[in-house]
């Protein structure tokens, strides 16, 4: 192993290599920060690009690009409230608030801090694990995940502040619904698409994070001027670029890097699984274990909630390579695309690259962990400008935010048909936000909702019907008694916490 | 995405123009050395089977000189039929456009995924077909598609095969097909879906099946690392000494072919000129140098040809998709 390291690190290092690296960083970043274009897209942008590179160059310039695009794709979300890739969208949950509370600087900072983190720790499984990690890839199956879509689901808890309970479940179920529409997963046939060609496809994850994150946002901020002007005198008075971060906040994430990227490192080495769930699960996991006091921060702007989510996120992303590169099983649609390009090499991922392309294996592994210092290198200083965005006359910035959701969402489909739909969602995110009702449990029920009926139902199908398997198999058993304790958890504290109150009371 | 469009519409005005004035010459002979770029319309995304093609098929056109340059663009949605309709609708503005293809484009239509059928476009060439591959676990008891039928006549659930697609689709039409060859019941024949042909091999390796129906393209490299074995083919002969599900007794022949279409109205001579070209693609080095890396089979069939293997592949498909139970 130890040889093919050095291998793999004479590769990467090569001046055409390192230039990959850093080529494949920026233009990642750049792509992922306009909503709309994701890492597929960017990865997309690219192959014909590397068609005439050699293997190891050309998977270093797609792994660059990746994680740039990740990484760009989480200022979009702290910024303008535009996650453009669903990894993001629980980066938006804490990151807005805080960017709204003037601490735009801040926020990107830790965002790039814990990327960073994630993936370089992921990058550190990845070298010393990976081809032992391949089991694990294969220990999970369909009802399992659905178990795991269903612990993702309990993120949803961190929108139920007191009183709010039925509204944040009434969004997920709305959320639920949307996911629904268009051809069914599993025996192809079309549902409440009422015979148009245009929801066929059902309703893109882009169309509706942009609707009712972006687009509700920037509206909500015309019709509640006052609000939001108050608001924006605020974001100019705190420095909103500055970055700085106290050595208490540092504490405190430190511990949730670590937690979070081993976690998210896990989930994305799972095929089935990958980034966004692994966002969720971490924020989830997150909020679960903090303090009472902490938890009423918890999508507020809480710089835990931050950090968990984005570690997780890079650290899944890094994992999802243990089952593309050992087992030639692609966990997502990117690293597809990269299966794709591979095989186009002449390159057979599987459990025999180590062996036959060591400088593949290695090389990409070692340029993921250049790829993240680089990324650092290369953002932190930039963000006090990118902040300086937000100081931007309101006028002229709900028009680009405006602008960009819409065209972004044009520029995937090229159907006009989508603008409409995007108008009409976020007329009705703005009808239930004046309402009070949380739009994050409804892009959480929307996105997890597909993934737990296609798993729910193959795994009915595997057990020809019977449900048995929720407690016979024991992982799947394991991880709902994990959702159950989640669930419980507060249930539990309250009751401990009225026999306190009730004790003291004697005693008083 | 824009400006492709864009130019595609100018060339395509250009092009119909120098057309008309070579019609106007030379009494409309229109010779394949005319074509000198081609568009290429992808109904998927990026990284697929579909972009694989075009753009392999484009990469070889221009690198052997037979074109001067080609475009590609990517339109996913409905299956491919969003694709499609597109292709109908601008069809006066598409004359250099070719559209790639393949068997979803009669299950679709069949299943009325999208209101198009191969007949609303003008074949050009079948290209290139993928068996499909039959494949169980290295260290699976089933040993050959013999065995396979053995425990489907004791219990048809002890044998679930996993597959890339919807039931109904490609990976379930197969083994369905090899069944009701071998006067089984077809419907009772466990196809577990998973939404690509990647998950698909982590659910058999999961264990959580005990067969994997797929792309013979797909399973020849996992075959090859020693991950799975594949039992059958659904090939007229072995391809590396694999067995075919043929000589095991099903008598099925079956290619999930690709192939190009172009816009409804284009003139006979165009059409002859472009399948012209295609052949003349497949038969250089560089084409035999991507087809043998992609593992796809040489399956040219032009124009008129494509067109009845089209209507009698319908028949054949809707006839057992009936059977099953998943057209009316």
């Known amino acids: 192993m130890w040889e093919g390291i050095t291998t793999g690190l004479l590769t990467a290092f090569t001046p055409m290599n390192l230039m990959m690296v850093v ?32 293997p190891a160059s050309g998977m270093i310039l797609m792994a660059g690009v990746y994680y740039g695009a990740i990484f760009g794709g989480s200022t979009s979300s702290i910024l303008i ?8 969208v629980a980066t938006a949950f804490d990151g807005y608030p805080m960017a709204q509370q003037g601490h735009a600087g801040k926020a990107l900072a830790i965002a790039a801090v814990s990327s960073f983190s994630g993936g370089t720790i992921g990058a550190i499984l990845l070298l010393v694990a990976a081809p032992a990690l391949a089991k694990v890839a294969l220990s999970f199956q369909s009802s399992d995940y659905m178990a795991l879509m269903v612990l993702g689901l309990t ?9 709010q309970v039925l509204k944040a479940l009434i969004a997920t179920v709305i959320g639920l619904m949307i996911s629904t529409v268009g051809t069914d997963p599993s025996a192809g046939v079309q549902r409440f698409t009422f015979g148009s060609l245009d929801l066929v496809d059902g309703v893109s994850f882009l169309l509706l994070a942009m609707a009712t994150f972006a687009l509700s946002e920037a509206l909500m901020a015309v019709l509640k001027r006052d609000e939001v002007s108050e608001a924006a005198a605020r974001a100019t008075a705190g420095d909103l670029g500055s970055m700085r971060v106290t050595r208490e906040e540092v504490r405190e994430i ?37 303090s009472a006091k902490e938890k009423l921060k918890f999508g507020k702007g809480s710089i835990r909630g931050l950090a968990a989510p984005e570690t997780a996120n890079n650290a899944a992303c890094t994992g999802s390579f243990v089952p593309l590169l050992t087992l030639g099983i692609p966990g997502s649609g990117t690293t597809a695309v990269m299966l794709g390009a591979l095989i186009s090499y002449g390159v057979q991922p599987g459990p025999r690259l180590f062996q036959n392309n060591p400088d593949v294996f290695w090389a990409v592994i070692i340029s993921m962990y250049l790829g993240n210092v680089i990324l650092l290198i290369l953002n932190l200083p930039l963000i006090p400008y990118i902040a ?15 602008f960009f959701s819409l065209i972004g969402v044009y520029l995937v489909s090229f159907n006009t048909f989508d603008i409409h739909m995007m108008a009409g969602f976020a007329l009705a995110a703005i009808i239930l936000r004046l309402l009070d009702f949380p739009m994050a449990p409804l892009i959480l029920g929307f996105i997890l909702g597909d993934m737990i009926e296609d798993n729910l139902r193959r795994a009915l199908t ?28 507060p249930l539990v504290r309250i009751i401990r916490q009225r026999r306190g109150a009730m004790l003291s009371g004697e005693g008083g | 995405m824009n400006s492709n469009i864009n130019r595609t519409t100018r060339r395509a005005i250009l092009g119909g123009a120098s057309g008309l004035a070579a019609l106007m010459l030379i009494g409309g002979s229109v010779s394949a050395a005319e074509i000198k770029e081609i568009h290429f319309l992808i109904p998927g995304g990026a990284g697929g089977g579909w972009d694989g093609t075009a753009r392999g098929a484009g990469m070889v056109l221009s690198k052997e000189g037979l074109i001067e340059g080609a475009s590609y663009e990517n339109m996913s949605g409905a299956g491919g039929g969003k694709a499609i309709g597109y292709l109908i609708e601008t069809a006066e503005r598409q004359q250099g456009t070719l559209m790639v293809n393949s068997t979803p484009i ?13 007949r609303d476009l003008t074949p050009i060439a079948r290209v290139i077909g993928d068996y499909q591959a039959i494949a169980v676990r290295p260290d699976s008891d089933i040993k050959s598609w013999g065995d396979v039928v053995d425990r489907f006549k004791k219990d048809p659930r002890s044998v679930k095969f996993a597959g890339g697609s919807v039931r109904g689709d490609l990976d379930h039409l197969v083994p369905a097909m090899a069944m009701k060859a071998m006067g089984h019941d077809a419907r009772k024949v466990a196809y577990v879906p998973y939404d690509a042909g990647g998950k698909a091999l982590a659910g058999l390796l999961s264990g959580e099946t005990e067969l994997l129906t797929t792309g013979f393209g797909e399973a020849i490299g996992p075959h090859r690392d020693g991950q799975i074995r594949i039992i059958a083919v659904s090939s007229d002969r072995r391809i590396d000494g694999i067995p075919t599900l043929k000589e095991q007794g099903a008598d099925v022949e079956f290619a999930n072919w690709r192939g190009f279409f172009a816009a409804p109205g284009i003139s006979g001579e165009q059409a002859k000129a472009y399948a012209g070209l295609l052949k003349k693609m497949q038969e250089t080095g560089t084409w035999e140098d991507l087809r043998a890396k992609n593992g796809w089979q040489n399956l040219y069939l032009p124009g008129d040809q494509f067109a009845a293997f089209l209507a009698k592949e319908e028949k054949e498909i809707g006839d057992l998709m009936r059977e099953l139970g998943f057209l009316k």
């Open chain 1, 81 to 88: 409230n535009a996650p453009g890739v669903a990894g993001t």
């Open chain 1, 462 to 489: 595997i057990s020809d019907g019977s449900i048995a398997f929720m407690w016979e198999r024991p992982l799947t058993a394991v991880i709902f008694g994990l959702t159950i304790l989640t669930l419980l958890a």
């Open chain 2, 106 to 118: 009669v299950v679709r239509s069949l299943t009325k995924v999208f209101p198009f059928s191969f």
């Open chain 1, 23 to 54: 080529v494949g960083c920026f233009a990642g970043t750049f792509i992922g920060m306009l909503p709309g274009l994701g890492p597929i897209s960017a990865i997309a942008l690219m192959i014909p690009i590397t068609y005439g590179f050699d």
């Open chain 1, 254 to 290: 430190i511990p949730v890097i670590g937690r979070s990227s081993i976690l998210g490192f896990f989930v994305g080495v799972l095929p089935g699984a990958g980034a966004t769930i692994a966002s969720f699960l971490a924020y989830g996991a997150e909020r679960t274990f903090a």
């Open chain 1, 155 to 163: 993120a949803v808890s961190a929108f139920t502040a007191p009183g």
């Open chain 1, 388 to 402: 300086r965005l937000l100081a931007l006359p309101r006028q002229i910035l709900i028009p680009l935010i405006l």
